[in-house]
Structures are given as C-alpha cells and as structure tokens.
C-alpha cells in the first residue's frame, strides 16, 4: 500500500469516528424531562412573513417547545432541502422519559418519523400525541450552526413560527397546527428564530 492510500485511508477512518462521536446519543436519567407540551397561538392576516432564497413564507402561529431529541435527520437532496436542512423527532411529557424510550425503536427517513413497540406499556395515543417529526428553517445562518449541534438525548428549545411556505414554482409546504393528528401532513414546518440545547 502507498503512503497516499495510506494517508486516504486513515483520513476515512478518522472522519468516521468523528462523526460516530459526534452524532452518539446523549445518554439521560429515568424521568420526564419536558413536561410541557408546545405552546402555539394563532395569527391574523396581519401574520409575518419571510422571504428565504426562492421561498415565500407565511407565518401561521407562534410556536414554542422544550422537548427531548428523539432523532435527527439531514437532507440534502430532497425538494425542500435548501430551505429545511433536518428533521427532528421530538418527544414531551411521557415520550422525553428514558424508561419508555428504552422500548421503543425510533426511526427517521423521507421527511418522516417512525416508531415501533413490541407491547404498548403506555397508550397508543400518548406516543402519538406527545411527539413529532418536526421540519427546521433556520431563520438565520447562527440558527442554523445551532442546530448542527443537536444530538440525539438533547433537550432542545425552539422559538419561532408554524409557517406555510410557497416556492416561485409553485411547490408548497404547510405546517400542521395540531399535536393530535398523524400521518401524511401530521408534521410541523418551523421557522426557528431562537434554540437553546441543554
């Protein structure tokens, strides 16, 4: 082997085990650690609005929540990758508890969020209406490098508005307002002025 394929060889394997560190979930004690549900109000016509590249967007309602990071997923490749670069899965009240979490298997993928259970030790529908797949928008590039920070096990503060966003093409993407619905369109589109991780 060359020194050069060497040299690539070890930058892989040294770029791997960075982002294993980095990405590695941060482990918590039993207990609820967001009680709270989000908190939003509904705005007027008179409701900001925002201008982000090719985006128009529309604010719907303030939004606020703590909540624990179930999961993250980045997308850089998907129809609304330049304007919401991840997903995160976030869980409150029962679903930010270590003792439940441990039994369920959570997965992320195609601007989605799945959960399995081999037994439901807590009701269907608190797992469902006490966490989400959630799309960020960034409303700043300072927001934007906080949210690269985000693990797995954070306990995440964001700020900002439920928002419907419109393309000059057409494509559009509108929140969900409502913590009790799921499947398609069950998802809440962020634009996120403020985070704080704990």
């Known amino acids: 082997m060359t020194m050069?394929?060497?040299?690539?060889l070890l930058l892989v394997?040294?770029?791997?085990a960075y982002w294993a560190w980095h990405d590695r979930p941060i482990e918590r004690s039993p207990g609820v650690l967001a009680p709270d549900p989000p908190s939003q109000r509904l705005l007027d016509a008179g409701a900001p609005v925002f201008q982000?590249?090719?985006?128009?967007?529309k604010a719907l309602a303030e939004f606020t929540l703590e909540a624990?990071?179930?999961?993250?997923?980045?997308?850089?490749?998907?129809?609304?990758?330049?304007?919401?670069?991840l997903d995160l899965a976030l869980g409150w009240g029962p679903m930010s508890d270590s003792n439940v979490l441990e039994r369920i298997d959570i997965q992320q993928r195609h601007r989605f969020y799945y959960w399995h259970v081999n037994d439901f030790f807590i009701p269907r529908r608190d797992i469902e209406t006490h966490s989400a797949n959630m799309?960020?928008?960034?409303?700043?590039?300072?927001?934007a490098d906080r949210l690269k920070l985000i693990r797995p096990g954070h306990i995440v503060s964001l700020r900002g508005y439920l928002v419907e966003a419109h393309r000059d093409d057409g494509w559009q993407w509108r929140s969900s307002l409502?913590?009790?619905d799921t499947g398609n369109g069950a998802c809440e589109l962020i634009w996120v002025e403020t985070v704080a991780l704990r």
């Open 135 to 143: 799309h960020l928008i960034p409303a700043t590039g300072y927001v």
């Open 52 to 57: 982000k590249g090719r985006y128009h967007i």
């Open 68 to 85: 624990r990071v179930l999961g993250r997923e980045d997308y850089c490749f998907d129809s609304g990758a330049d304007l919401s670069p």
């Open 178 to 180: 409502s913590r009790e």
């Open 13 to 16: 394997c040294a770029l791997g």
């Open 4 to 8: 050069r394929r060497l040299g690539l």
